[in-house]
């Protein structure tokens, strides 16, 4: 998955003040509209955009730097009470004048636009108000990230960069002091997450950031400053470590991480965006869990005399597709050579797409596979995508994947089975080619920015489960039993994400019943069922974006075959799907029947 995504959009509610207020952009009679009127209404709408999206990015510096728009990366947000009163109160003036637009006079694009601002705002207020993960996510809070990303970015000269970071971290202690006054009753999950991620963090602001200031042309008095401003940063996050540890964890006063159907539905509306609520997805998804089985057993009889010569198929069907998988299983890269095997694999990918001609790809975007940074681990995701955003196109893509290294033999193992030689094959075409990576390239193209800006989790995760399909159809790895058997368990493992958010956050299920419905419905291995308890408790809504926005992407490829018939070209659907940007996929499906 993105993580940029997993931690940016439509997650942080956020203060515009400062936006001026339009009370003049949609005057006039209430009568049937000319064009003029209609490109009048258009033009109004387009200004008003510009505007907000530039105050967006001044009161989040940090996503706008996610964003690849860099004029604020020297602003700290300081999560005080005063702050998100402010933020609440601007949420609903940009209410109210996102409301002084009626939809209907605008364009088909810009009507897509203005529910996804509408989205935005509303998911803010509720989020601030209702949600309120700030006082119960201690891994809410955390530097690292932010400094890393200006760190590394080729977007400014160093010294620049340097500058932004030594401002930034300059009201570290006041950051960090609002964090522990807003955290009241986390939970315990997100707590030990956050002492992970911060321990990380603080190397963030080690080694190599020194040799950075070392090496610059600032001044010595710049120089010194940066040190001292370092040095308490350092002293800032070892303090809230403290807190945590000794204070927050010996306490033992935690909520359950478990939303409950009401927060849960309302998350599921605001981040999903699905034609289908979260109980239809729910139980489409038990649904799907059904067909999967059927095509495993099929594949599964069929593969068994090849793999198991002179041996009789088990009468227990499961057992055929238990043993099968495990010894497709046995095929799999190094502990040490893991991250390696994932590297190679990527130029495959990029020729088999250009071969089959299933859209066009742009060699120009860079692709980077790198080991996972420490503050970005943790949290259950072993492989993950970081996209520079639209206004920092050149940037590189880093493909992060956790190494294996220092891991116990035995769970490294167990890894490995998991992501053996066939699904590794299908996580990278997810993460990487076609999918993830090759959607946000696209995305970054979409002239509307609020599309890229407001990206839907559920389209961006459901094209990369697409993808997988899709390849596999068009007769990647030869479209043998072996790798269809694979995706069937790597698709129900996607199909089981819908189901376990749903039956951990709705109805409660156990840790041991999760990770029994994992390791025999999924037949995952034993440190992928762990892994997938620990992102279910750390994570809401998010599990579920994979099969709801895959059934919605299929689906709709399919009601286009069948219309368009022969002159259906999967090539110009796939472009065209992916020219909106990461809009949620009941627009897309909107705006390509329009057309």
């Not at 999206?53 to 706008?64: G, K, M, R, T, V």
């Not at 996050?237 to 033992?252: C, H, M, S, W």
């Not at 981040?271 to 997805?281: F, G, H, K, L, P």
């Amino acid at each position: 998955m993105p993580q940029s995504l997993l931690a940016k959009f439509l997650l942080a509610a956020t203060a515009f003040t400062g936006l001026a207020y339009l009370s003049s952009c949609n005057s006039g009679p209430e009568t049937a509209k000319t064009t003029v009127d209609a490109d009048t209404a258009d033009a109004s709408f387009e200004r008003y955009k510009a505007r907000f999206i530039d105050s967006l990015w001044y009161y989040n510096p940090e996503w706008a730097s996610s964003q690849g728009y860099h004029r604020y990366d020297s602003l700290l947000v300081i999560p005080t009470a005063t702050r998100r009163l402010g933020d609440t109160k601007a949420l609903k003036r940009r209410s109210k004048e996102l409301a002084t637009f009626k939809p209907t006079d605008l364009s088909a694009s810009n009507q897509t636009d203005w529910q996804l601002m509408h989205n935005y705002l509303q998911a803010g207020r509720w989020q601030l108000d209702t949600l309120r993960e700030w006082e119960w996510n201690p891994a809410s809070y955390n530097l690292g990230g932010a400094v890393a990303e200006i760190l590394n970015g080729r977007y400014w000269p160093l010294d620049r960069r340097l500058r932004a970071i030594s401002h930034k971290i300059s009201r570290s202690s006041e950051y960090y002091a609002a964090a522990e006054s807003s955290i009241k009753q986390p939970t315990r999950e997100h707590t030990e997450l956050a002492i992970q991620q911060n321990q990380g963090g603080l190397a963030v602001f080690g080694k190599a950031l020194q040799d950075s200031i070392a090496k610059s042309g600032l001044t010595a008095r710049e120089k010194e400053d940066f040190q001292n401003r370092l040095d308490n940063t350092r002293l800032s996050i070892e303090d809230y470590l403290r807190f945590l540890k000794t204070e927050v964890l010996p306490a033992g006063t935690f909520r359950s991480f478990r939303l409950g159907k009401a927060l849960f539905d309302q998350k599921f509306n605001y981040e999903i965006q699905s034609s289908y609520t979260a109980d239809q997805v729910y139980a489409k998804a038990q649904t799907h869990r059904a067909e999967l089985l059927r095509d495993m057993k099929k594949r599964a009889a069929r593969l068994y005399p090849k793999y198991f010569a002179g041996q009789p198929l088990p009468a227990d069907s499961l057992a055929a597709v238990k043993q099968v998988i495990g010894k497709l299983s046995e095929k799999h890269a190094t502990q040490a050579g893991f991250v390696d095997a994932v590297k190679a694999q990527i130029p495959v990918l990029v020729k088999f797409v250009n071969n089959k001609k299933l859209l066009i790809q742009d060699p120009s975007k860079p692709l980077v596979v790198r080991e996972t940074p420490l503050y970005m681990r943790g949290s259950g995701a072993g492989a993950s995508i970081s996209a520079p955003g639209p206004y920092d196109k050149a940037a590189n893509t880093y493909y992060n994947v956790e190494p294996l290294t220092g891991q116990p033999a035995a769970q490294a193992e167990s890894y490995l089975r998991e992501y053996n030689n066939y699904t590794l094959q299908i996580l990278n075409i997810h993460e990487a080619i076609p999918g993830h990576y090759t959607q946000l390239v696209y995305a970054n193209r979409s002239p509307s920015l609020i599309k890229a800006i407001f990206g839907n989790g559920a389209m961006i995760e459901g094209w990369a489960v697409y993808a997988e399909r899709m390849m596999l159809e068009n007769g990647y790895d030869g479209g043998s039993d072996e790798i269809w058997l694979m995706w069937d368990k790597w698709n129900m493992r996607v199909t089981l994400n819908a189901i376990l958010d749903h039956e951990v956050h709705v109805n409660n299920i156990s840790e041991a019943a999760a990770k029994a419905l994992l390791l025999q419905d999924g037949f995952q291995e034993e440190a992928e069922a762990r892994n997938k308890w620990r992102r279910a408790t750390l994570s809401q809504v998010q599990l579920s974006s994979y099969f709801s926005g895959y059934t919605d992407i299929y689906a709709l490829r399919e009601e286009l075959k069948q219309t368009q018939s022969k002159e259906f070209d999967l090539k110009a659907f796939h472009e065209q799907f992916l020219s909106y940007g990461s809009a949620p996929v009941r627009a897309i499906r909107t705006l390509m029947l329009k057309k």
